[in-house]
């Protein structure tokens, strides 16, 4: 069974910083598209940042929404099937709840930021970011 685990959400200041964890246990795909997203209450989900992993120790980020760019950094450790999102400079706007997901993809420029593309979904972690 695949399973995508979310770790590392929590309360912080604005200004402040945290890093999310995805983990993948099961069955892994050789290639994917990687993402993290976030849908704050009574808003749609939304892509914050993908990340193609190809064969080997191929992986480099394909998307980030605009509002976290310079301010959040998507990376993957291999060995440890994980993958990350290193939010810094954190703003109330932030505040959702984060999901990471994963598709099968051959190519890096397939990856995209749609939820609906993406089938394999954790079950998500909050971030709130109190001014």
């Known amino acids: 069974q695949v399973q995508l685990v979310e770790s590392g959400g929590g309360s912080v200041q604005a200004g402040g910083s945290l890093r999310l964890s995805c983990a993948a246990s099961?069955?892994?795909?050789?290639?994917?598209?990687m993402g993290w997203f976030r849908q704050a209450p009574g808003k749609e989900r939304e892509g914050v940042a993908t990340?193609?992993?190809?064969?080997?120790?191929?992986?480099?980020?394909?998307y980030y929404a605009d509002s976290v760019k310079g301010r959040f950094a998507i990376s993957r450790d291999n060995a440890k099937n994980t993958v990350y999102l290193q939010m810094n400079s954190l703003k109330p706007e932030d505040t959702a709840m984060y999901y990471c997901?994963?598709?099968?993809?051959?190519?890096?420029?397939?990856?995209?930021?749609?939820?609906?593309?993406?089938?394999?979904w954790g079950q998500g972690t909050q971030v709130t970011v109190s001014s």
């Open positions: 099961g069955y892994t795909y050789s290639r994917a598209c």
């Open positions: 990340l193609y992993a190809g064969g080997g120790n191929t992986a480099y980020a394909t």
């Open positions: 997901a994963a598709k099968p993809s051959l190519r890096g420029s397939a990856c995209g930021s749609r939820p609906a593309d993406f089938g394999l």
